[in-house]
T-cell receptor, first 113, second 115 residues
């Protein structure tokens, strides 16, 4: 059983469309992060959310942390080809080791011109 | 150099070879990590070093041996690997491993192929 379930696993859309990807768990997290990974590179941190219900915006990307701190979503408005990549959510479990960051499998997003 | 660097970027080795992966961080961080990324699996944490001390060994086989001589450098020594060890090996660093945020900064990875 995956601790962090990401959906969808794959997403292929046209430039200009909007999309939402999800990161869900039955466990509570003290913080949750979103990363983007491009082919042949390591993940790059996009945002960290720590408060239940928190919403953070990064240009066309909107991140939300669920009220119960068990889930998160990433919404992209007017997607561009440069948004293509693997989107990973990761979190520190409440009561768990602060050294351990638990990762989901990721959503592979392709934005076609 | 800035951020986290890893060498080599690509490595092909036989099952009887011995090789080492190197990671260096230029961020002034105190915690460093090794992860394994395989297809269709989430990132798997292998080892954590905090202030040069190993604080996590996630049941990693002994054919993988980490070394952290100082807070800026991390090595992963490899010997008698198996083909299923082929993967992208990622190094990361964070300010330290004790904060609840644990924001990690990753290197580009070493793509390892074991023949």
């Amino acid at each position: 059983t995956q601790l962090l379930e990401q959906s969808p696993q794959f997403l292929s859309i046209q430039e200009g469309e909007n999309l939402t990807v999800y990161c869900n768990s039955s466990s509570v997290f003290s913080s949750l992060q979103w990363y983007r990974q491009e082919p042949g590179e390591g993940p790059v941190l996009l945002v960290t959310v720590v408060t239940g219900g928190e919403v953070k915006k990064l240009k066309r990307l909107t991140f939300q942390f669920g009220d119960a701190r068990k889930d998160s979503s990433l919404h992209i408005t007017a997607a561009q080809p440069g948004d293509t990549g693997l989107y990973l959510c990761a979190g520190v479990r409440s009561g768990g080791s602060n050294y351990k960051l638990t990762f989901g499998k990721g959503t592979l997003l392709t934005v076609n011109p | 150099e800035t951020g986290v660097t890893q060498t080599p970027r690509h490595l092909v080795m036989g099952m009887t070879n011995k090789k080492s992966l190197k990671c260096e961080q230029h961020l002034g961080h105190n915690a460093m990590y090794w992860y394994k990324q395989s297809a269709k699996k989430p990132l798997e944490l292998m080892f954590v070093y905090n202030f040069k001390e190993q604080t996590e060994n996630n049941s990693v086989p002994s054919r993988f041996s980490p070394e952290c001589p100082n807070s800026s450098h991390l090595f992963l020594h490899l010997h008698t690997l198996q083909p299923e060890d082929s993967a992208l090996y990622l190094c990361a660093s964070s300010q330290d491993g004790r904060g609840s945020y644990n924001e990690q900064f990753f290197g580009p990875g070493t793509r390892l192929t074991v023949l």
